[in-house]
Nanobody, 123 residues
Framework: QVQLVESGGGLVQAGGSLRLSCAASGRTFSTYTMGWFRQAPGKEREFVARVARGGITTYYIDSVKGRFTISRDNTKNTVYLQMNSLKPEDTAAYYC????????????????WGQGTQVTVSS
């Protein structure tokens, strides 16, 4: 398994941007599909986006399409989430996760999780 550490969260005004990073340990990073999830206070954890092993195929939930971009750099063992046009409803703790499956369909298929980074969007 890989160990994951997120960074890049913070406080931003609505309409602003943040770039989250998730650094992975180990030499097998490129064999994992990587995902970003978020959890707002009092709400269940929500899938946000995922990127396939090679970095080409991506998938997003509808609410972030056109605003968020997931990418990865396998030479740096890092996955990113570029978040633009942020809205107050994007406020949450954001987590990256790794899955050995090519197209993981639920949280249970992710086997490694980071500790999370807080994103707060003020109106």
């Amino acid at each position: 398994q890989v160990q994951l550490v997120e960074s890049g969260g913070g406080l931003v005004q609505a309409g602003g941007s943040l770039r989250l990073s998730c650094a992975a340990s180990g030499r097998t990073f490129s064999t994992y599909t990587m995902g970003w999830f978020r959890q707002a206070p009092g709400k269940e954890r929500e899938f946000v986006a995922r990127v396939a092993r090679g970095g080409i195929t991506t998938y997003y939930i509808d609410s972030v399409k056109g605003r968020f971009t997931i990418s990865r750099d396998n030479t740096k063992n890092t996955v990113y989430l570029q978040m633009n046009s942020l809205k107050p409803e994007d406020t949450a703790a954001y987590y990256c996760a790794a899955s050995p499956r090519y197209t993981p369909m639920n949280d249970n298929e992710y086997i490694s999780w980071g500790q999370g980074t807080q994103v707060t969007v003020s109106s």
